[in-house]
C-alpha cells in the first residue's frame, strides 16, 4: 500500500520558520515528481511547490522567495520561512509519475496533511 505521511505542522508565530517533512513508501518513487500543495479554511486546495526526480523545482508565485522544496529519494520537504498568518491551511504531500504538474486532479498519491497554523 503507497503511503505518503507528512509531519512538521504546528503553530508558528507571524515571521517564522516551520520545516515540513513527507515520506513515501509502499513503492519506488524514481520518476515520480513530489508536491506539496495547500488548502485553507474555506478554500479550494492550491499548488504550493514541486520537485521532479530530476531537474529544476516549481513554486507557486505567493511563495517564491520564502519557502524551499528540496528532496531526498521518496522523502521531500517543505522549508518555510518569513510565514504569513494566510499561509495557515493544511498542506498536502503528494506524488505523480513524470514531470511537475500543479493540478491536483493529475496526482497519484496523496498523504493526509499537516496543519500550519501561523499567527498575527
Known amino acids: 500500500q503507497v503511503q505518503l505521511v507528512e509531519s512538521g505542522g504546528g503553530l508558528v508565530q507571524t515571521g517564522g520558520s516551520l520545516r515540513l517533512s513527507c515520506e513515501g513508501s509502499?513503492?519506488?518513487?524514481?520518476?515520480?515528481?513530489m508536491a506539496w500543495f495547500r488548502q485553507a479554511p474555506g478554500k479550494e486546495r492550491e499548488f504550493v511547490a514541486a520537485?521532479?526526480?530530476?531537474?529544476t523545482s516549481r513554486y507557486a508565485d505567493f511563495v517564491k522567495g520564502r519557502f524551499t522544496i528540496s528532496r531526498a529519494y521518496a522523502k521531500v520537504y517543505l522549508q518555510m520561512n518569513s510565514l504569513k498568518p494566510e499561509d495557515t491551511a493544511v498542506y498536502y504531500c503528494a506524488a505523480n509519475y513524470g514531470r511537475i504538474e500543479v493540478m491536483e486532479g493529475r496526482m497519484d498519491y496523496w498523504g493526509k496533511g499537516t496543519l500550519v497554523t501561523v499567527s498575527s
Open positions: 520537485v521532479p526526480w530530476t531537474g
Open positions: 509502499g513503492r519506488t518513487f524514481n520518476s515520480y515528481s
